[in-house]
């Protein structure tokens, strides 16, 4: 994949940047998030280096965040140029080499304001992020994408382990307050992200 020239600042410490991936046919997303403790590149695909430094800015990065092991992307190359650790579940990473790798564990708070929580059911070692500042964002793998024609929706079921429990599992992202969703795959939900997920886990229960 080329790098990408630009990103988009959704709020003062969130950007994404993205591009259509031709080898899974679907537009992939990537997030950066601003903490006290420098700054989380989540998912990560090529960026030009005078966006990534724009980006960045006078911030340290403090690592790479791997929300899936279908998602590594660019994350050794990210990891290596900032000599930056990589923060995952270790299942995402077992036919992959990490240069530093830091395994996380469910509701593990990886930084002042920023949680890793456990997905069952999606894809291998998946994880969601929640993000506490700015009115409260989860940054989901690949278990909800936004993109047309299926719209704000599950992955679908055959790229899951098994959805039902998917489905289960992501009622736990309800304990925390966001007013919006990111995703890996599809556009943002910038606001009522908490009512949304609500609204569709609702529909398929009923």
């Known amino acids: 994949m080329q790098p990408v020239s630009d990103f988009d600042r959704i709020a003062s410490n969130i950007a994404i940047w993205h591009e259509y991936d031709s080898a899974v046919k679907a537009e992939v997303y990537s997030t950066c998030l601003g903490t006290p403790d420098g700054t989380y590149l989540i998912d990560p695909i090529p960026l030009e280096s005078e966006a990534l430094y724009e980006l960045i800015g006078p911030n340290s990065v403090a690592g790479i965040i791997v929300t899936s092991g279908n998602h590594h992307r660019a994350s050794a190359k990210f990891a290596e140029k900032f000599s930056a650790p990589v923060f995952g579940r270790t299942e995402a990473f077992l036919n992959k080499a990490a240069r530093e790798l830091k395994s996380v564990t469910d509701r593990e708070e990886i930084s002042e304001g920023l949680r890793a929580i456990g997905v069952q059911g999606a894809g291998e070692g998946e994880i969601a992020l929640y993000y506490a500042p700015e009115g409260g964002a989860l940054i989901i793998g690949d278990a909800l994408i936004n993109f047309e024609p299926y719209g704000f929706t599950f992955l679908p079921a055959k790229y899951c382990s098994n959805q039902k429990q998917m489905r289960r ?27 949304r997920l609500r609204d569709l886990l609702d529909s398929q229960d009923g």
């Open 169 to 195: 599992s992501l009622r736990r992202l309800l304990d925390y307050k966001a007013e919006r969703i990111l995703f890996a795959h599809g556009a943002p939900i910038l606001s009522q992200g908490s009512e």
